[in-house]
Nanobody, 125 residues
């Protein structure tokens, strides 16, 4: 499974951007799909995710400004993050993530994380 994030760029404070995460490779069953970000000098943090049932969860700092959604290209999910009213503190590298069910050689199901390559979002004042 491969995840490809795109849509980052430079935007002014108060502007909007839309990030997209395309998936490819083998079909899969995901426990969740979401977006994380990492600002310079900080740890990676959860921004937004969708669980298997389609319920969304947001970081407090982005709730009410960001919207995460999922649709399908054929059988492969595509995750979108609509970011509105962007702030300087939203600057960072944004990564898409999928927590995927994998059957081990022992016949056990486990959840493994898959990551996209990251896309830079820069918000200027």
């Amino acid at each position: 499974v491969q995840l490809q994030a795109s849509g980052g760029g430079l935007v002014q404070d108060g502007g909007s951007l839309r990030l997209t995460c395309a998936t490819s490779g083998s079909t899969f069953s995901a426990y969740s799909m979401g977006w994380y970000r990492q600002a310079p000098g900080k740890e990676r943090e959860l921004v937004a995710l969708l669980d298997r049932g389609g319920s969304a969860k947001y970081a407090d700092s982005v709730a009410g400004r960001f919207i995460v959604s999922r649709d399908y290209v054929g059988s492969m999910p595509k995750l979108t993050l609509q970011m509105n009213s962007l702030k300087v503190e939203d600057t960072g590298v944004y990564y898409c993530n999928a927590q995927i069910f994998v059957r081990t050689a022992q016949g056990m199901d486990e959840i493994r994380p898959y990551w996209g390559q990251g896309t830079q979002v820069t918000v200027s004042s």
